[in-house]
């Protein structure tokens, strides 16, 4: 069973950084792809960024230079890095892979 468990969310001010995790269990992030996204209230879940398994990475537009994914193969953990954070990136962040999602975690920037 493939678990997934996300953290690193919170409270930041514009032009801010957090760092996301995403910590997996009953899959390997080193076999296999996944991705984060992202859910703004009243506003579909969209893709963030990516990963495969060879770490080839992939960014919405909105978010190039500012975040980047990796993955520590050895820890079987996925992270995104948001740096630059503006009011438009508030969110709940979704970690994926295989399809399975994690519980989410919220990104609030705000003054």
């Known amino acids: 069973q493939v678990q997934l468990v996300e953290s690193g969310g919170g409270l930041v001010q514009p032009g801010g950084s957090l760092r996301l995790s995403c910590a997996a269990s009953?899959?390997?992030?080193?076999?296999?792809?996944m991705a984060w996204y992202r859910q703004a209230p009243g506003k579909q879940r969209e893709l963030v960024a990516s990963?495969?398994?060879?770490?080839?990475?992939n960014y919405v537009d909105s978010v190039k230079g500012r975040f980047t994914i990796s993955k520590d193969n050895a820890k079987n953990t996925a992270y995104l890095q948001m740096n630059s954070l503006k009011f438009e990136d508030t969110a709940v962040y979704y970690c994926?892979?295989?399809?399975?999602w994690g519980q989410g975690t919220q990104v609030t920037v705000s003054s």
């Open positions: 009953g899959i390997s992030f080193r076999t296999n792809y």
């Open positions: 994926y892979t295989f399809r399975s």
């Open positions: 990963i495969t398994s060879a770490g080839y990475t």
